[in-house]
């Protein structure tokens, strides 16, 4: 979904306090940030090429955290965590933590796209098979026809060949960093090389070049505002996802009744 606005154009102070005031939600720090405040903390990094990493949250993720200490620490480690679903965004409403929108993203990647064509930075895209890559680009290509990328490189690199992919990143100048890969890779790859990509605004966008390159179908905007576009990809792909649907979805679940318990519990006091 595009912004319906063009994104201030904060100073730095403005972006410090934005980053630095977290809310806390089932032990993870979420930054309360609309479409707009996160398109203008990129925008800020990369005028000032100073460094930004965003993560996005969703359901599946937070259970991955509670069981992985290594993507725990990862996550912990952005300087931006946004809520990613709508599932995030009414548990964290419902046990006092506000959060005024979801900021899918897919929608996120699609508007810095459009941020990086107006503006004349250049980003780079990393992950995805090599044919969803190349017909990402050519549809970034056709939406916007003067967008100069830094550089791209598919995901399946062995691992003894990651060393050099980074550096290629780091040697193209980029302004920004979109990477699409699963979960935990994408977060260990950002967490790894961090310090040394020279990047100023780095983001996971998972499975965002397929929905961009149109190998996947994004749900309708009716089932994303009513947190139901996991149940749309789980039509598209049965087999695949409904088990870790199933599973997340229920471990989260229990997560929140449990918190929702404790809150209720602690007004009474």
Request: proline share 5%; charged share 20%.
């Amino acid at each position: 979904m595009l912004a319906d606005e063009p994104a201030a154009n904060f100073g730095s102070e403005v972006i410090s306090e934005m980053l630095c005031r977290p809310v806390r939600f089932l032990g993870i720090p979420l930054h309360p940030l609309t479409m707009n405040d996160t398109i203008a903390v990129a925008r800020w990094a990369m005028q000032n090429r100073c460094h930004v990493q965003h993560v996005a949250l969703n359901v599946a993720k937070l259970v991955k955290l509670r069981g992985d200490a290594e993507s725990r620490a990862d996550v912990l480690a952005a300087d931006v965590v946004g809520a990613d679903g709508m599932g995030i965004v009414v548990g964290a409403r419902l046990l006092g933590a506000w959060i005024p929108e979801r900021v899918a993203g897919v929608d996120l990647m699609d508007n810095l796209f459009g941020l990086c064509a107006a503006e004349h930075f250049r980003p780079y895209l990393l992950g995805a098979t090599p044919g969803v890559l190349a017909d990402a680009i050519a549809e970034l290509k056709r939406r916007h026809p003067e967008l100069q990328l830094a550089g791209f490189h598919h995901g399946y690199y062995s691992e003894a060949d990651e060393a050099v992919v980074a550096a290629s990143i780091q040697q193209s100048g980029a302004d920004c960093l979109f990477v699409a890969m699963p979960t935990p890779r994408k977060e260990r790859f950002m967490a790894k090389y961090r310090d040394g990509l020279g990047v100023p605004f780095v983001m996971g966008v998972g499975g965002g070049l397929d929905v961009l390159s149109g190998h996947v179908r994004r749900a309708p905007v009716s089932w994303q505002r009513t947190g139901f576009e996991w149940l749309y990809r789980t039509l598209q792909e049965p087999s695949r996802l409904w088990r870790r649907y199933l599973t997340t979805n229920l471990a989260y679940a229990g997560l929140l009744a449990a918190a929702l318990f404790m809150h209720d519990r602690s007004r009474r006091v």
